[in-house]
């Protein structure tokens, strides 16, 4: 690709960026949560960009809820948890009521080793919404490959077939639950 190409599609994406980020200012984010391994859809430069220029957005309007959202979700995906957990900590601070931002946030505190704090995110995200899949997924994870605790792994992924058996990682889910239950025997 030329490097016309890039810069014209860096800039497009820092626009689109920053329009969602001010077109939406105290509207609630409908992103959804990320699950144990995030996506990386742009290059790092991007993230830089993104993460530099919604910096500055909070820093001059700390109120903005969904810039401290999207500043969370950059630092997800720029491997920066600690920084995350604070965005989403500041957004949380602003509406407390978003299973999604708890989720992410949930992830955050297992990749920087606190098991139990992203079990406590995940059940509260569950408890705010009890048809949460990230949620569940992600409490699975923690429980069967963090904590090692297979019964609560088995339980949390159970829930996640019975609601949502077509989605995209039920299949996934089955053949983890089978495995567990032959590791039972």
């Given at each position: 690709m030329k490097k016309e190409t890039w810069i014209l599609a860096g800039a497009a994406l820092i626009i689109g960026v920053l329009l969602g980020v001010i077109?939406?200012?105290?509207?609630?984010d409908s992103t959804p949560a990320r699950t144990a391994a995030p996506p990386s859809s742009a290059p790092n430069v991007n993230l830089s960009q993104n993460i530099q220029m919604l910096e500055e957005i909070v820093r001059k309007e700390p109120g903005n809820r969904s810039a401290w959202v999207q500043l969370g979700h950059n630092y997800f995906d720029s491997n920066q948890?600690?920084?995350?957990?604070?965005?989403?900590n500041k957004a949380l601070e602003l509406?407390?009521?978003?299973?999604?931002v708890i989720t992410n946030q949930g992830v955050m505190f297992r990749r920087v080793g606190w098991y139990d704090r992203a079990i406590?995110?995940?059940?509260?995200?569950?408890?705010m919404n009890p048809f949460h899949p990230q949620s569940l997924y992600n409490m699975g994870v923690v429980y069967r490959y963090d904590l090692q605790d297979l019964d609560k792994a088995y339980q949390a992924w159970s829930?996640?077939?019975?609601?949502?058996?077509?989605?995209?990682?039920?299949?996934q889910l089955?053949?983890?639950l089978r495995a567990i239950e032959a590791l039972r025997q």
């Open positions: 077109l939406t200012k105290d509207g609630r948890p600690m920084k995350a957990i604070e965005a989403y509406d407390p009521n978003d299973p999604d406590e995110n995940f059940r509260k995200a569950n408890d829930r996640y077939v019975e609601l949502h058996p077509t989605s995209q990682g039920t299949e089955r053949g983890e």
